[in-house]
C-alpha cells in the first residue's frame, strides 16, 4: 500500500510541510503502509491551470507526467492544509484543478484531512476543502480529520521545543487517523476494482 501526503503550503520551510514530515515519519516507522511519496507545494511548483492541460500540451504534460505517476499509483491521500486568511492555499485549490480530467489519479481513493494553524483557527480549510475539491477529482475524504492547532508548540524534533500534553495528544491522534485512512483505503480498492465507478460514463461530478 501506498500513501502519499501532500503539503498545500506555498511558503518554504513552513509549519504545514513540518506537519507533512511528521505524517510520512509515521506512516514508516508505524507500518501504516508499504509505501510513502511526499509532495511538496513549497516554491508553487505548479503553475496556475489553463486550458493546455485539455489540450495535451506537451510542457503540461512534461511537468505533471511524473507527478500523475505517483499519484496513480497512490491507494490513499493525506492532505495537509494551512489556514491562510480563512482559507485553503491558492496553490493547493490549484492542485485539484490538474486532476480533474480523467480522475485516474484521486478519483475514488481515500483522503485524510490535516490543517494547520498558530493559534486556535484551522477549521475553515476542513470545510473548504470537504466543499469544493472532490466534485471532478472523486477524492473520497473519510470522515475522520485532524486540525493541529499552536502548530509551532507541537511535532517538533527537539521535545524542549513542544508544549509536552499537547504534543502527546496530536502524535496519538494522527497516528488513529493514519490506521483509520489505511482501513478506508483497504475498502476502497474494492470499489475501484469492481468496475462499478466507470470515470468514462460521467467524467465530471454534478
Known amino acids: 500500500m501506498k500513501i502519499t501526503v501532500i503539503s498545500g503550503s506555498h511558503r518554504e520551510n513552513s509549519q504545514s510541510e513540518k506537519v507533512a514530515r511528521h505524517i510520512e515519519k509515521t506512516l514508516k516507522e508505524q507500518g501504516v503502509c508499504d509505501e510513502t511519496w511526499l509532495f511538496s507545494l513549497a516554491g508553487n511548483p505548479l503553475p496556475l ?3 493546455g492541460i485539455w489540450n495535451d500540451d506537451p510542457q503540461w504534460n512534461e511537468l505533471l507526467g511524473p507527478i500523475s505517476e505517483q499519484l496513480k499509483s497512490s491507494d ?3 492532505v495537509v492544509s494551512p ?7 491558492a496553490g493547493l485549490k490549484n492542485f485539484f484543478l490538474m486532476w480533474t480530467s480523467k480522475g485516474e489519479e484521486l478519483a475514488h481513493k481515500p483522503a485524510l484531512i490535516v490543517t494547520v494553524s498558530s493559534a486556535d483557527g484551522g477549521a475553515y480549510p476542513v470545510a473548504e476543502l470537504r466543499m469544493s475539491s472532490y466534485k471532478n477529482s472523486r477524492i473520497c475524504y473519510i470522515p475522520e480529520h485532524v486540525i493541529v492547532r499552536n502548530v509551532e508548540s507541537v511535532l517538533n524534533s ?3 521545543d513542544n508544549n509536552a500534553g499537547a504534543d502527546e495528544y496530536f502524535r496519538a491522534r494522527i497516528l488513529y487517523a493514519l490506521k483509520l485512512l489505511r482501513e478506508y ?12 465507478a466507470d470515470l468514462s460514463v460521467y467524467r465530471n461530478g454534478m
Do not use: I, K, M
Not at 489556514?83 to 492555499?89: C, D, L, S
Not at 483505503?185 to 462499478?196: N, P, Y
Open 185 to 196: 483505503a483497504l475498502a476502497l480498492a474494492t470499489v475501484r476494482a469492481s468496475g462499478a
Open 158 to 160: 527537539n521535545p524542549d
Open 76 to 78: 490513499g491521500f493525506v
Open 49 to 51: 491551470w489553463d486550458e
Open 83 to 89: 489556514e491562510w486568511h480563512g482559507q485553503a492555499p
